[in-house]
């Protein structure tokens, strides 16, 4: 079966940095997203991994190894409007997106 | 408008009655989406469409049904509701599907009674 877990709640102090974790197994492989959803609200796309490595986007980065089937999110110089959940979500063989639960990010002052 | 807009915000149903949630974007987006999200569970994918004219099932398909009669809007129908499609629903797009990231609208929350 298909399979993407990650946390289910994290909490870090507003400043630091925190890595939300995602590994996954899904019939084939076309990419794997994060997404962003602030309580109440549609998500909204953070970042796109195919090839393994980091790709950074200001205070955002996202790291993707498909040999180990895992990827992280990392989040730099927290904000309070930076608690939300994070989605982690695999594109499949049939070009659907498999989603994980989600992680529930609480920042504290 | 600007994006995508989803109709009704909220709607309380009663069990077995039939209804329609509206989903209209103004991208000119070929692919569109609708999935459900409930507490503990990843979004689950319910229909999509590739481009206009054309529907496929995705993961829990039944007891909904999706039609694509041009590029703006997609309508999900639940022929007669029942409790456990008490979720909420999103509706989705993406400018050619595949790896293009999709755009989501602000979901309409459903409950039926």
Redesign the interface.
């Known amino acids: 079966g298909q399979n993407?877990d990650q946390p289910t709640e994290m909490t870090a102090t507003e400043g630091a940095i925190v890595q939300i974790n995602c590994t996954y197994q899904t019939s084939g492989f076309?990419?794997l997203?994060w997404y962003q959803q602030h309580a109440g609200?549609?998500?909204?796309?953070l970042s796109?991994n195919?090839l393994d490595g980091l790709e950074e986007k200001g205070r955002f980065s996202s790291f993707l190894s498909r040999s180990k089937g895992y990827s992280y999110l990392l989040l730099k110089e927290l904000q309070m409007k930076d608690s939300a959940s994070y989605?982690c979500?695999v594109?499949d063989s049939n070009?659907?997106?498999?989603?994980?639960?989600?992680t529930k990010l609480i920042i504290k002052p | 408008i600007a994006g995508i807009t989803q109709a009704p915000t909220s709607q309380i149903l009663a069990a077995g009655r039939r209804m329609t949630l509206r989903c209209t974007q103004d991208m000119r987006h070929n692919a569109m989406y609708w999935y459900r999200q409930d507490l503990g569970l990843g979004l689950r994918l319910i229909h999509y469409s590739n481009t206009a004219g054309t529907t496929g099932k995705g993961e829990v398909p039944d007891g909904y049904s999706v039609s694509r009669a041009n590029t703006d809007d997609f309508p999900l129908t639940l022929a007669s509701a029942v409790p456990s499609q008490t979720s909420v629903y999103f509706c989705a797009s993406s400018e050619a599907g595949g790896r293009d990231e999709q755009f989501f609208g602000p979901g309409t929350r459903l409950t039926v009674l």
Do not use: R, S
Not at chain 1, 41 to 45: G, H, L, S, V
């Open positions: 993407i076309n990419g997203f609200e549609a998500p909204t796309f796109y195919v989605l979500a594109m070009y659907q997106l498999i989603w994980g639960a989600g």
